[in-house]
């Protein structure tokens, strides 16, 4: 998404337009019935009618989503923390967080209903454990693959391991973590939208839920245009902060 | 402040291999010296246990007769090495500031950073981030980051060897100005003979693992030095005579393990 040039731009927009105007000929022209795909018009319509409700919805669900990714960040950097400190500690941290990783999503999320019932934190727990994996891995790179030049200056200098963390490992992982966030924030989103799938009294999810057993389409695909927004959005604003804090990076390719 | 060097050993933890053997030597208070030998001959890891960047499996390091500890937080060393070393998210001016951050004996600082820049001549440059900078200014953001710690000595590995020819006498000269102005005491590993002999007031030769002093050469040629002076290449001649020997000796030895 670096250097989006003008022509760049119009050819993304010329993309998604040509797509929408695509589907919505092919419905009348094949003439598909509005319960197996609705028309991008009659979906914008249901939208824009029912605007309070998916705003209060959506609402729900991002705000989950964006805390669990946070906790899910926070874990994930706290634990590489832990294993540059602790070498020994790798092994056993990895393993089990690989474990937790390779359980699947819709195995935990109706356990964690069952647990923390129906409210944000279930949803708030499945999007951290699914955000944390990719941040562990990519900081954890971040803070080991430090030049031996700036390793031998430091230690010249007779610095701590938590001057060493502050003025160098943590900021040699700020790109990683970026490109760990590129990855986790649409997990987030997926996180978010499964826990509250599986029991929930808001969000977007449970509104998806509701319109797949009513089989109201236009509501389904409603939910999921507005998905599809928040991922491009939260992907973008990502790039945008990365561009602020790790300018060095990307200005040094 | 001096150097005293006892009986110095070095073999890395779990290996047979003796990198440093019985290395003796007194280096007294401002003296320039440059530390030469074939590649992989142990003059970097003799540089690194003086810097307590490794820890001598026997032997002793005293600086101004007392003992060196490798975790001790004086300020006493500074070090410089091959590559520039610089925080990339920093500019040249809070690169040189860090160093600052780790001077913990409370007194002020010998100058302020923007100073150091401007002895290195980069006070134009301060404010830039090293991903601006050419490979010989941002080595020129390194020495004054040595500068700025105020250390009486001045440890270097190999600091110009990455740059081309004509950087690397621009910044040599800069070097030798910075020396003549403070006298710290000066221990420089390189590998260039003529620049050795254009610097240094003496020249170590060391051969091969393990590495052991083979030649001190005081080199006694009056400043600023001019490398057409009939001595200037006597000492050119001694020194290539020199490591040429150690080669030959170090060829059934070397093991190709290269800490460089």
Known sequence: MRGTTTSSRYITWGFVIGTLAAWETGVYFWDIPVYLLPPPTLILRTLVQNAPVYLQSSLVTFGEALLGLCVGTSIGVFIAVLVTFWPTLEHGVMSLAILIKSTPLVAIAPLLTIWLGFGWQPKVVITALVTFFPVLINVLVGLQTIDSGLLDLFRSWRASRWELLWHLRLPHSLPYIFAALKVSTPLALIGAIVAEWTGASGGLGRLMWLAYTNLNLPHLFAAIFILAAAGIALYRLTTQVERRLAFWYLSSQ | ?260
């Open chain 2, 1 to 260: 402040m001096d150097i005293h060097v006892k009986n110095l050993v070095f073999s890395y933890p779990h290996s047979s291999l003796t990198v440093l053997q019985g290395i003796n030597l007194y280096i007294p208070s401002g003296q320039f010296v440059a530390v030469i030998g074939q590649s992989g001959c142990g003059k970097s890891t003799l540089l690194r246990l003086l810097a307590g960047l490794l820890r001598p499996t026997h032997g002793e390091i005293h600086l101004n007769g007392t003992e060196a500890h490798p975790h001790a937080n004086t300020p006493t060393l500074a070090w410089m090495g091959q590559s520039p070393a610089l925080l990339p998210w920093l500019t040249a001016y809070q690169n040189v500031a860090m160093a600052l951050r780790f001077l913990r004996n409370g007194n002020p600082p010998l100058m302020s950073p923007a100073e150091a820049l401007s002895r290195v001549g980069l006070a134009a440059y301060a404010h830039e981030y090293p991903h601006r900078l050419s490979g010989g200014m941002q080595q020129r953001v390194a020495l004054a980051r040595l500068l700025v710690q105020g250390a009486p000595v001045w440890l270097m590995d190999e600091p110009f060897a990455a740059l081309d020819e004509l950087t690397r006498e621009h910044l040599s000269n800069t070097l030798l100005d910075l020396w003549l102005w403070l006298h710290p005491t000066i221990i420089w590993v390189t590998h260039h003979i003529y620049e050795a002999v254009r610097l240094a007031d003496r020249i170590l030769v060391l051969s091969p693992r393990p590495a052991q002093i083979v030649e001190d050469i005081p080199v006694v040629l009056p400043r600023p030095r001019d490398e057409n002076h009939p001595g200037f290449n006597a000492y050119v001649t001694q020194l290539r005579k020199a490591l040429f020997a150690t080669n030959l000796q170090g060829g059934l030895t070397y093991a190709g393990h290269d800490d460089e």
